[in-house]
Structures are given as C-alpha cells and as structure tokens.
C-alpha cells in the first residue's frame, strides 16, 4: 500500500466518520427538534407567545408557562403556603389562608378563568378556585400574585368554579357535594340525604375597578352534584350552564349509585332574571360565616373580615330562573362556543355528545314544552333543546374548547384522544392521541367569544412512561398541538408541576407591558416599613421585640442586634430597600419554625421567630442577590430571661472588643 | 487495502445509519428523536404492577379470542386506561357458540366499528363486584346501550343469557367471566 493512498483513504475515511458525527449533530436546535417539534422552539432569549395560566391541583398553586415552549416561568402561591417565597408564612401574608375554619394552608386547585372585556380576554386578573375548603382567589395579572381570597359558605367542594361572565360580572361557585345548609342543624343522619342535603351556586360579583370579589347572591337548588359551568356569551348572555351528576341523590356508591339514570341534567340560569328578583326583594338573608381576605398592595398587608350573612334565592320564589336539560350519563364538561349558541355538554360515560342550541332552549321555554320537574324545577323536553349529537366521537369525553373557525375540539379519558368536529354539521374531522388519558384541554381564548386559536394544549392525567422514571409517583404532564391545519400536530411533551386540570392562554403582548418592577418605597404605608436605614431600630413590647430593618445590596440594617431575650418573639420587618426590577432580597433565621420571606423591591415583610434558648443566631439574605450575596448575614443575641443585657443595635459600628483574658463563653453562660 | 476500504466504509455506514433511525419505541433513551413516539397505555412495560384487565385476559389460555377480538378493535390502549372497568370477557367456549361465519366477518378490517360496538357493549365504566349488582338493575355500557342484571339462586345472569362463571380483580377494574358472547340489541 503505498503511502498517498493510505493518505487518501485515511482522509477519505476520517471525512466519512467526521460526516456521520456530524450529521448526527444538529446544525441548529431548530433543525434537531425536526419538522412538527421545531415548531415549540424558542430560541433562547426570545419570547413565548402566550402565558399559559395552569392550575396546580392538589399543590393548591396556579403555575405560568410559555406557549409553545412549555418553559415554566413562574409557580404563583394561590391556597398553599409557600416556603419558596413566604406566602402563607410572613406576618402579612398569613390571613390570607385564613377561613371560617381558622387557618387553611392547603387547598385543591382546579380551574382558571382570566377575566374578560366584551366576551373577550383583558388581561386584568387571573380567578381560581379552591375545592376543599370552597374558596375563590383573584390574582393580579400585573404582578402574578394572588391579590384576593373570598371564602364560599353553604358549600363543599367548590367545582364548578370559578367560571365568568363575557364582562366579568360574576364568577361563580356551585358546589360538588351538596351539604345540610350552614345555618341548618347538619347533624343528621347521612342517609337522610334526599330530605337534608341541598345544592348551592353562588354569584360573586366582581368590581369593575378593583377586581374585589362579593358574594352578590346564592340561588339554592336540589342536592344534586354540580360539576362545571360555563357562561351564556354573546345571544346567551345573560344565562349559565351547570353540568348536574348524582340527580340520583345518592349518598354512598356513587360509582354505582350515580349512574342509575340513563340521563342526569344540564342545569340552565338565567341570571338576569336572578336579578330582577334580587331587585325585586325575593332575597332572603342567611346567616352564615365566611372570610373574605384581600392584600393591599399599599401596606403590603392582608387583612381577613369574617363576614356573617348572604342573599339566597329560593327558586320556589323564582319561577323561570332555572331549567333543568336532561343530558347523557353524568356530563362533565358543559362548554360554550364563541357565539353562544351552543352549549356542549359532555356526559362522561356517554357514548355522544349532545350539542344543545341556545335559540332551541328558550323556544322550548317559551313554549313549555317540558317532560316535567325535578324538585320543582322544569325539565325541557331533550330533543326539544337538542341542535344534534356528536356520534361516536371517542370513550369518556370530558371537556370542548373551540377555535373560533367553528370547529370544536374534545377530550377522551378513557380513549385517551382529541377530536375535533364541526359545530355546523357535528361531524367528527380529525382525531390525535394524547396517548395517555387527557383531562382537561386548552386553546388560546377558547372559551372567550374570540379564542386566539393556533394551538391546543391537553392535559394529561397518567404519564407512565413518557418520561424518565422517578420512582412511584411520575411527573405530571402536558401536550402541545398545533392547530393551524385541518390535522392537529403534536409538537411538544412537556413536565408540569402539580396536577394541571384546566388552564388558560392568553397572548404575551397583553400582559408584557403591563408587569410591575417594583413597588415605590415613598408609597410604601406598612406600618413597620424603614424608609431608610436611619429609620431602621429595634423597640421592645413586653416580650415581643420589633426589628425595623432594612436589605440593600449587600447589607441588612440593622446586624447586630443584642438584648433579645428567652422566651421573645421577634418579629423582623424588613424592608427592601432596591427600587431596582428583579432585586428581592430574603431573609432566614437559624430555627425558625417558619420559612423565609422574600420581600420585593420597595416592600415590607415580617418573619416571626421566637428565642427558644441562649446564644448567637445568624441571620442572613436567601436570594442570591449580588456578588456580596455572601456578605449579606447579621447576628442575633439571646440572653437568659430576665437577663440585663441592653437592647443592642447597629450595622458597621460595634467594633470588636478589646479581649479580656481570664473570661469566656462557658463563664458568661453560668452568670 | 481492501480491509481497510471496508472498515472504513463501514464505520461510516454504522455512523450514518444509526443518525437515520427515525423509528423510537417507548422507553428508548433518544436525544435527538425526529419522530413523536407512539404508543399508550398498552405499550407501558412494567411487571411489578398487579394486571389491567388486558393483560389478565391476555394472560388467560381460555380468552384467546377475546384478546385477538380487543386487538383487533383497537381498544388495548383504551382498556389499559385508568378506568376503572367492569370487563365481562365471553371465553374462547362462548365466542365459538356464534356462527364461525360471523365471528370471522367481525374479525375483518371493513368491521372493524362492529367489532367496536360489540366489545365495548361488554365494557362498563366503573368496577362493579358481584356484591354491588342487584337484580334487575340496568348498566348502561361504553358503547351507548344497557345489559340487564338478573341475580337468580346466587347466580349473575346478564340479559338473561350469559352467566357470570369466575371474577378476577385488576388493576384497572374487574373481569366477569361469562359464558356467552352479549350481542347489542339491533338498533
């Protein structure tokens, strides 16, 4: 072999293996992620198109992704403590969780609804609902934070919420279980269900201002289960849909129990009517007991009023405000399409989904044409308010989003896909696995009057196997799709935190401009706030000793504190001093029973911590805050109770003393 | 020289197609897949947990034709779902009580929404014991239609043809073995 072939074939064969590594190598991610994934690439430094606005189920968190990247941006704290950012944990925080039960740190998160202008997204506030214990939160979409938390009385398991109103009128709550009333005796026996246990939905008005949340009006109803809701929009405005199961009115088995009935009910209210009544004087006030808890972001302080009576509307008082349309097998999901007309009803061991016409229902009401009451209350005729059904759309449909081109797209549990028909003929267009059971599922603006459409996001229940295994319990899970086409496309798996059921998208450029940086200090009307670091001090009350203290980069005003005493409760106001986006400083003191706080820019928050026994205690800031980070730390002094030693405090002048032989720590300790 | 043309022309091959593989399966670790990989529930691999009600009956000698009947129709994915299920599986006996015409006719692909229909008539969602079911009770099935329960000397009969002959809890729900094939009544 001579010696420039072997040239030749060594460069000819390197090349070949240089080429074939290189062709593994993806010239760009773009390319690597191929044809449909390339689709959910952002490029790093780009932006997403859409906020996805995720419910964190049994975490009791609301979660905030991009669309379509599916990157997590932000886990906003809504019923659960959060160690992370001291929500539920700093002394202005706490009566947030509170409720007429006293403190409730935890809840089940479940559905979102963004509020809406004309049928439309505004990008104003962010509503929330909490199951366990009935609770309804407003978060603030210009600081992604939970502004509100409005307790719901005479409820239990606070589902069908929190839908809204195309003006944001109300958001409701109707309750899952149906409960002896709060003002009734509720010790009875559980089997006396039938005469005992009754139904509630509550409407909770919203300022058009300031977001607050009341409770305007309950109405009562049969103790049947609600499940989901939507609201009447555009020609259907006015009205709200309730998806009824259990009209069985079992009370153990349900699994059996509650699907006896070949049809259980859509429950349709017309609350312009309600009103009237209300105005009208058919309201009867009950005592009742629930928290209404609102942050004010001038104190940066939540304060909790237990309030003690609300309206109900009895509909016995109220003819024409509720109907009842018998729907298919305990429907789940009852949706409306961006016109109104029609109301999709998924009954989720149906084998159809009935499609309700809105113009049918009130030409059935006004001409009565119903098959009878339950509890009082007239049940339309099926097929008098039927527009059609969808035939064998798939196993166990859930839930309908809609993309504003008249097509209609539904999840399947049990089939574990999504279909997508048309609304005008009810045909079944395409379908796509979701592979492994889909709950809910989201479009952009799907359940507004003008869905923004483009993609589709499932959300899934099971992921065995999708992604690296972690033991028992895997990661919760989403799915992207693109919807452009006539074929959805999946482009994207992606991890979600806590158990997502409903979410909402809406487009980035609405709430980009719109973000707070900072809070101004000169606006800052805590009663503890340190305006500055010559307004920072300690003061003894009895036992409990306020720390006025103040964090800049990279110090704490005051880090030296001494004459604190076994026994006190300390309780630091820190103020952060930065008027700079992006700088919140945090603060943690060895043992205590608490978290962290994390205060914000211009803001105040207090950590309490009690001195449980004598010594040094440091302290120091949590978030990685400058290149002094480090540096940013403080001591805490604990004497023995009745102890004389002075209340001590400074930062940069306690120099250190000169040493004294013969005296140490043991000896001071025995004194 | 030759040799050497080989491994080199080899190695390159190896590189290039190990860079073409376009086709994943569940459970492969891929970097850079270009395909989305397909397959649910029914692809999931794990033999610690107890059995779905698929993989009971697949396990089962005497449900052959059941399981090539699930297959067929496309529902292994669905039934290795979370449920829960209530599967009343006819045996091998029961399907070869039906004229080997029409079994074989529902076995073609042009059938396949027959075979469907007649397999998700035997599928209740929700996990009934023998205990829950009373007689006279009605089930309305997946596919849309009802099966009647008659309960007569401790003995379960479904639409007064098929009796309940052994029952097998899963994961997913629970398997009634029945000794006849459920035909859903003509529309």
């Given at each position: 072999m001579s010696n420039s072939l072997t040239k030749i074939l060594t460069a000819l064969g390197l090349f070949a293996i240089v080429t074939g590594f290189q062709s593994c190598k993806p010239k760009t991610a773009q390319s690597a992620a191929g044809g449909d994934a390339s689709k959910s690439f952002i490029a790093p430094g780009k932006y997403d198109e859409f906020y996805n606005i995720v419910s964190g189920g049994f975490n009791g968190q609301v979660a905030v992704y991009g669309i379509p990247s599916g990157r997590l941006f932000r886990i906003i704290p809504?019923?659960?403590q959060s160690p992370e950012s001291g929500y539920g944990f700093s002394e202005e925080t706490k009566p947030m969780l509170n409720t007429s039960h006293g403190f409730v740190p935890w809840d089940d998160q479940h559905h979102i609804a963004l509020s809406q202008t004309k049928g439309e997204h505004d990008g104003r506030w962010a509503f929330a609902n909490g199951n366990n214990t009935p609770r309804l939160a407003r978060i603030d979409l210009s600081t992604f934070r939970t502004a509100e938390i409005l307790e719901i009385p005479n409820s239990a398991g606070n589902h069908a919420s929190p839908f809204i109103t195309e003006n944001s009128e109300y958001i409701v709550a109707a309750t899952r279980f149906s409960v002896p009333l709060d003002d009734q005796n509720g010790d009875v026996p559980i089997n006396t269900y039938k005469q005992n246990f009754k139904g509630s939905i509550s409407f909770v008005s919203v300022n058009p201002s300031s977001g607050e949340m009341n409770i305007a009006f309950q109405i009562r109803t049969p103790g049947v289960n609600f499940d989901l809701s939507r609201a009447g929009k555009g020609k259907s405005h006015g009205w709200f849909f309730f998806s009824c199961y259990n009209s069985e009115k079992a009370n153990t088995l349900l699994e059996v129990n509650a699907s006896a009935k070949d049809k259980d009910f859509v429950m349709a209210v017309n609350w312009k009517k309600a009103e009237e009544y209300l105005k009208a004087g058919k309201g009867k006030k009950q005592a009742v007991k629930y928290a209404h808890n609102v942050y004010d972001e001038n104190t940066h302080t939540a304060t909790s009023v237990i309030k003690t009576e609300v309206m109900v509307l009895d509909p016995a008082d109220c003819p024409d405000m509720l109907y009842l349309i018998p729907c298919p097998k305990s429907p789940h999901g009852t949706d409306v399409d961006p016109t109104g007309e029609y109301i999709v009803a998924s009954g989720k061991l149906a084998a159809s989904i009935p499609v309700f016409s809105f113009t049918k229902l009130q030409k059935a009401i006004a001409d009565k044409v119903f098959e009878g009451e339950y509890d009082g209350i007239p049940v339309i005729k099926y097929e008098a308010a039927l527009q059609g059904e969808v035939a064998k759309p798939g196993l166990g449909p859930l839930h309908t989003e809609f993309d504003g081109k008249g097509n209609a797209y539904t999840s399947m549990f049990v089939s574990s896909e999504i279909?997508?028909?048309?609304l005008s003929d009810l045909k079944v267009l395409d379908r796509?696995?979701?592979?492994?059971?889909?709950?809910?599922?989201?479009?952009?603006?799907?359940?507004?009057?003008?869905p923004h459409g483009k993609y589709m996001i499932a959300y899934n229940k099971i992921t065995k196997d999708r992604y690296l295994p972690t033991g028992p319990e895997l990661t919760q899970s989403a799915q992207l799709f693109d919807i452009t086409g006539e074929k959805m496309k999946m482009i994207l798996d992606f991890p979600t935190t806590g158990e997502p059921h409903y979410a909402e998208a809406i487009p980035a450029s609405m709430l980009m401009g719109k973000q707070r940086k900072i809070y101004k200090i000169e606006e800052n009307m805590h009663p503890y706030v340190s305006k500055g670091e010559g307004q920072t001090k300690v003061e003894r009350k009895g036992n409990q000793v306020h720390v006025w203290m103040t964090a800049i980069r990279s110090h704490l005003t005051p880090d030296n504190i001494e004459g604190v005493k076994v026994g006190d409760e300390v309780y630091f106001h820190l103020t952060n001093l930065e008027q700079d986006w992006d700088v919140p400083h945090g603060l943690a003191i060895k043992g205590a029973n608490n978290a962290e706080i994390l205060v914000m820019p211009g803001e105040t928050q207090t950590l309490?911590?009690?001195?449980?026994?004598?010594?040094?205690?440091?302290?120091?800031?949590t978030d990685f805050c400058s290149a002094l980070h480090q540096e940013m730390q403080g001591y805490l002094r604990v004497s023995p109770a009745g102890s004389s030693t002075p209340l001590l405090f400074s930062?940069?002048?306690n120099k250190p003393a000169v040493t004294t032989p013969g005296i140490n720590v043991a000896d001071t300790m025995k004194k | 020289m030759k040799y050497l043309l080989n491994i080199v022309f080899g190695v390159s091959t190896i590189l290039l197609g190990s860079c073409n593989e376009t086709s994943t399966k569940t459970g492969e670790?891929?970097?850079?897949?270009?395909t989305t990989v397909k397959g649910g529930q029914g692809s999931v691999k794990d033999d610690e947990s107890a059995k779905d009600v698929v993989k009971i009956a697949i396990s089962s000698k005497d449900h052959t034709t059941l399981v090539a009947a699930i297959k067929q129709a496309e529902l292994v994915d669905a039934l290795s779902n979370a449920g829960p299920f209530t599967v009343f599986a006819p045996t091998n006996a029961a399907f070869d009580?039906?004229?080997k015409e029409t079994l074989e006719s529902l076995m073609k692909n042009e059938n396949k929404a027959k075979l469907q229909d007649i397999l998700q008539y035997h599928v209740y969602v929700g996990s009934l014991k023998i205990d829950w079911m009373e007689d006279g009770q009605t089930l309305n099935q997946v596919n849309g239609g009802n099966i009647s329960i008659s309960k007569k000397d401790g003995k379960v009969i479904?639409?007064?043809?098929?009796?309940?002959?052994?029952s097998i809890p899963a994961a997913n729900g629970i398997i009634h073995v029945i000794d006849a094939v459920l035909l859903p009544p003509s529309e």
């Open positions: 809504v019923f659960s279909v997508k028909w048309r796509v696995a979701t592979y492994y059971s889909i709950g809910h599922l989201s479009i952009p603006g799907g359940p507004t009057a003008k309490k911590w009690v001195a449980d026994r004598t010594g040094i205690f440091p302290f120091y800031c930062t940069g002048t | 670790i891929v970097g850079t897949s270009e009580k039906l004229p479904i639409n007064n043809s098929a009796t309940i002959i052994a």
